[in-house]
């Protein structure tokens, strides 16, 4: 059975750094992509970028494109995503889903979300 | 960018009722199109890729269709566990844009 397992929570500073991980199970991991997409609270889903569980690959949306960077960790099968200079309406749920590599056709195994707080 | 749009925005429904949501994009996408259900404080949920193609364990009472800009996600008859948001999202460049959803309520 597949599994997506996010990390917990997080409150930050304005202009501080998140990472939140994505752990992955049952499923070869170089087989698929994986995609962070956000949710700010009573907001709709806004897509931040997607890495290559095969070979790294990284396409982030330009609107992060300075600030996120995304990683992964073949040996435990997890994958990060890195925010910098966090601001007030960084504020949101982060998930992050499952891509099939050949079309980046998304798949039915998502993470729970990691709610990442800025505040002062 | 390619923008994606939904219609309606929002729809009250009674169970047993057929319901059709819209999507519209920017430009041609081909087929390169997703339908997404999330309920409140929930993970959104993969229903269809490639336009009309549904994940595994999705009910066929959701069916979705078109190609090019124009789509729909047809719900056969709604039942209870239906009421949530759905997002239409297009994977045909990056970035791969989201619809602003359509909330789905009971009426």
């Known amino acids: 059975q597949v599994h997506l397992v996010q990390s917990g929570a997080e409150v930050k500073n304005p202009g501080a750094s998140v990472k939140v991980s994505c752990a992955s199970s049952?499923?070869?991991?170089?087989?698929?992509?994986i995609n962070w997409v956000r949710q700010a609270p009573g907001q709709g889903l806004e897509w931040m970028g997607w890495?290559?569980?095969?070979?790294?690959?990284?396409d982030y949306a330009q609107k992060f494109q300075d600030r996120v960077t995304m990683t992964t960790d073949i040996s435990t099968s997890t994958v990060y995503m890195e925010l910098r200079s966090l601001r007030y309406d960084d504020t949101a749920v982060y998930y992050c889903?499952?891509?099939?590599?050949?079309?980046?056709?998304?798949?039915?195994?998502w993470g729970q979300g990691t709610l990442v707080t800025v505040s002062s | 960018d390619i923008q994606m749009t939904q219609s309606p925005s929002s729809l009250s429904a009674s169970v047993g009722d057929r319901v059709t949501i819209t999507c519209r994009a920017s430009?041609?996408?081909?087929?390169?199109l997703a339908w997404f259900q999330q309920k409140p404080g929930k993970a959104p949920k993969s229903l269809i890729f490639?336009?009309?193609t549904l994940q595994s364990g999705v009910p066929s009472k959701f069916s979705g269709s078109g190609s090019g800009t124009d789509f729909t996600l047809t719900i056969s008859s709604l039942q209870p566990e239906d009421f949530a948001t759905y997002y239409c999202?297009?994977?045909?460049?990056?970035?791969?844009?989201f619809g602003p959803g359509t909330r789905v309520d009971l009426k």
């Open positions: 889903g499952g891509l099939h590599l050949g079309d980046l056709s998304p798949n039915d195994f």
């Open positions: 049952g499923y070869a991991f170089n087989a698929y992509g």
């Open positions: 890495i290559s569980g095969y070979n790294g690959n990284t």
């Open positions: 430009q041609d996408i081909s087929n390169n």
């Open positions: 490639r336009a009309s």
């Open positions: 999202q297009h994977y045909k460049s990056f970035p791969f844009t």
